[in-house]
């Protein structure tokens, strides 16, 4: 299928595993096609403080089809954040392109430990953007 240019992202981003120890952790999100058209996945990163991890390259995978995951591992350095006046709203940036148009995905992360004392998150806000596309209000 071909993407249109009305036709938008539509992608979830959920962690589905991470390593308990000292660090780095091994993360992994999966990240779903739930649009209408297939896409292809250029970059993952983890740039915060709190979750940092170098960029992974996707651009070499195959398209991800419609109503299809797959999954992006990271090593990540995680550091609590130090006082309440630090952000703690570390994120995934995905760059996607959609037909032939590049688009970011932003996926703010709520972080906690699990009883092992890896860090785990939920995804607490998902944004697409069309990369050069703004918009005057």
């Known amino acids: 299928m071909s993407a249109s240019p009305e036709n938008e992202?539509?992608?979830?981003?959920?962690?589905?595993?991470?390593t308990a120890g000292d660090g780095p952790y091994a993360m992994t999100f999966a990240v779903a096609n739930d649009g209408d058209d297939d896409i292809r996945l250029i970059e993952a990163r983890l740039p915060h403080v709190v979750l940092r991890a170098e960029a992974v390259d996707l651009s070499g995978a195959p398209a991800l089809a419609v109503g299809r995951t797959t999954t992006v591992a990271f090593a990540v350095t995680y550091r609590p954040r130090e006082d309440s006046?630090?952000?703690?709203?570390?994120?995934?940036?995905?760059?996607?392109?959609?037909?032939?148009?590049?688009?970011?995905?932003?996926?703010?992360?709520?972080?906690?430990?699990?009883?092992?004392?890896?860090?785990?998150?939920?995804?607490?806000?998902?944004?697409t953007h069309r990369v050069g596309f703004s918009e005057v209000i």
């Open 9 to 18: 992202l539509n992608v979830r981003i959920t962690q589905v595993g991470a």
């Open 85 to 127: 006046n630090e952000p703690s709203n570390p994120f995934v940036i995905l760059r996607v392109v959609l037909g032939e148009i590049e688009w970011r995905v932003l996926a703010q992360l709520a972080v906690k430990l699990d009883e092992r004392g890896a860090p785990t998150t939920t995804t607490a806000v998902l944004s």
